[in-house]
């Protein structure tokens, strides 16, 4: 599966319980006042500039209503679309169209503002940079699979899907069972030998302990810059190295530039604005 590619069937369930919330009882408006055979042709349009996402969930939402309507993809997944551009069509029995609208827009539209964000912090890292940029699992319930897949469509990276795909040692994991060292080992001895050892370190202090422990990656939580520095020196060669903590856009090309490998960001989906999407009826 490529980064532009979204498994279906586990959007589906996603989609019905979308419409589900917003037509149990029907649509009164719609069934009021348009005719059951009338058809029109609606266009998905940008209110301002962003990265396109989403498609696939867009036509799932008004093919689970009316699978005879027709969507067609006018612009690429990833591709950047100015003010005015018709991002979307569908068209088809007008009843149809006006009831999927709110639920494809709710969809998409915080799906675009994500890719977009994600970008605007992929193109912050300095030519030729190799710092990869990373969401984490700061996720709304039950969306985390919309909103990771916009991060890559963005041009960013996914942390750890879950709990159980990776081992990620945090602060509280450290303070329950009593140290960083005491922490690696544990998970060392219970983790399959195909995981990495991720520690969270606060200090050098915590770092000098995770590495002397064998961790793979270190966290850099909450670090300035001169403390970022010597942390990488320090771990060159021994851990990958991921800053995080209060990342803003701002801070991205000087933290690409001391040399960490990867920036990891809670904002690219937490903190999120919607983008602006219009569907006009032609």
């Known amino acids: 599966m490529t980064s532009h590619e979204l498994p279906l069937g586990s959007v589906a369930d996603l989609v019905a319980r979308a419409l589900h919330e917003d037509l149990a009882g029907g649509d009164l408006t719609t069934e009021a006042c348009i005719d059951a055979d009338a058809m029109a042709r609606a266009s998905a349009v940008a209110r301002g500039a962003m990265v396109a996402c989403g498609g696939a969930v867009f036509e799932q939402v008004f093919r689970a209503i009316d699978p005879s309507l027709v969507v067609e993809r006018v612009a690429a997944e990833g591709e950047r679309v100015g003010d005015g551009t018709t991002v979307w069509t569908v068209r088809g029995r007008a009843r149809s169209i006006l009831m999927g609208e709110r639920v494809a827009l709710n969809f998409v539209q915080r799906m675009i503002g994500i890719a977009t964000m994600a970008r605007s912090y992929v193109d912050a890292l300095p030519e030729g940079s190799t710092t990869r940029i990373t969401d984490i699992r700061k996720t709304t319930p039950g969306l985390r699979i919309l909103e990771r897949y916009a991060v890559r469509v963005g041009g960013a990276h996914n942390h750890r899907d879950n709990l159980g795909s990776a081992v990620l040692i945090k602060d509280n994991h450290i303070a329950a069972c009593g140290g960083v060292g005491t922490a690696i080992s544990r998970a060392r001895a219970r983790a399959p030998h195909t995981s990495r050892i991720e520690c969270e370190v606060d200090s050098l202090e915590q770092l000098d302990q995770a590495l002397a422990a064998g961790a793979d990656i270190v966290l850099l939580d ?45 904002a690219l989906t937490h903190s999120v604005k919607s983008a602006d999407v219009g569907l006009d009826f032609a």
């Open 222 to 266: 909450n670090m300035d810059d001169d403390t970022v520095r010597e942390a990488v020196r320090r771990a060159k060669g021994r851990a990958i190295t991921e800053a995080s903590g209060g990342i803003t856009l701002a801070r991205i090309p000087a933290l690409a530039r001391l040399g960490v490998d990867v920036i990891s960001a809670g």
